[in-house]
């Protein structure tokens, strides 16, 4: 006959991972868009190694750093200057005039200021970058919670994916620079439109006004100079169809690390 206490532990256990299940299915729940949510789980994964393995790789925070930790200096890769005379514009004018849209499976689609995006709640975090083409580097952002931001704008039942759309034209054929990223991601406590670079603002050679920090991918998801946000069902209608700029050349849509 099993032991009381094993009987319990093991009711809890299965309690554990149908919740754990349930929430994965239900994707943008709404308790995956709380700060608790991934320490919950957390605290979870302690008692059972299958709880773990099923739910750590999507909610798990990225490693931290300390000051001491900064590289001297951030790179810039890709675009490190929009040619497009709008921005051009903006940026001329410290980005006073310029204003994100948020649109597409909403509400209550929007557009804020670079003020309105610093006085909505924010996150500071020194977290290392890496790139596909072989570099990385650490370096302390600060930015709005992009959860946070989503709120303001109530994403619909079906909305799937965020998509950012940048200012800049990579190539001659005028396809710009686009991205896109799950809601399970997109409300990640470590997933911020970062408006500063080491405490300071964020320079348009990494993106100016604003830039993804979706940490735990690769560089090329950090989208920087974004315009637009869009809420979608899904993103196969947009250019090659395959969710950014360089997936539809064939990179990875999900850039885990
Ligand atoms: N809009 C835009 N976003 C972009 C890119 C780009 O060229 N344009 N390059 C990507 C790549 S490959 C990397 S590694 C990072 C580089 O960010 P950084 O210039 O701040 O180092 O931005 C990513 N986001
Ligand atoms: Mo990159």
Same mark, same amino acid.
């Given at each position: ?62 490693? /931290? ?80 919670? $992009? ?8 994403? $619909? ?89 360089? /997936? ?10």
């Amino acid at each position: 006959m099993m032991r009381k206490a094993e009987l319990a532990r093991r009711r809890f256990l299965s309690r554990t991972l149908a919740a754990g299940a349930t929430l994965l299915l239900a994707g943008c729940d709404k308790l995956s868009r709380t700060e608790w949510f991934p320490q919950l789980l957390g605290s979870a994964e302690k008692l059972n190694q299958t709880v773990h393995h099923l739910i750590a790789p999507r909610t798990a925070m990225a490693k /931290e750093f300390g000051e001491a930790d900064l590289s001297p200096v951030f790179p810039t890769n890709g675009t490190s200057d929009p040619e497009n005379s709008d921005y051009r514009a903006w940026a001329a004018n410290n980005f006073a005039d310029w204003k994100l849209a948020i649109g597409g499976l909403v509400e209550q689609p929007g557009s804020f200021s670079l003020a309105e995006l610093q006085g909505l709640p924010a996150r500071t975090q020194i977290t290392r970058h890496d790139c596909v083409e072989g570099w990385s580097a650490i370096a302390k952002w600060k930015g709005v919670k $992009l959860g946070e931001l989503l709120q303001r704008v109530r994403p $619909l039942p079906q909305a799937r994916y965020v998509m950012f759309f940048c200012a800049d034209p990579m190539d001659e054929s005028g396809q710009k620079y686009y991205e896109s990223i799950d809601m399970e991601d997109a409300f990640h406590p470590q997933t911020i439109l970062a408006y500063e670079l080491n405490d300071q603002p964020l320079p348009v050679k990494n993106g100016a006004p604003v830039r993804l920090r979706v940490e735990r991918q690769l560089g090329y998801k950090h989208a920087k100079y974004i315009m637009r946000i869009e809420l979608a069902e899904s993103f196969e209608n947009i250019a090659e169809g395959k969710g950014g700029y360089w /997936e539809d050349q064939g990179y990875e849509w999900y850039a885990g690390i």
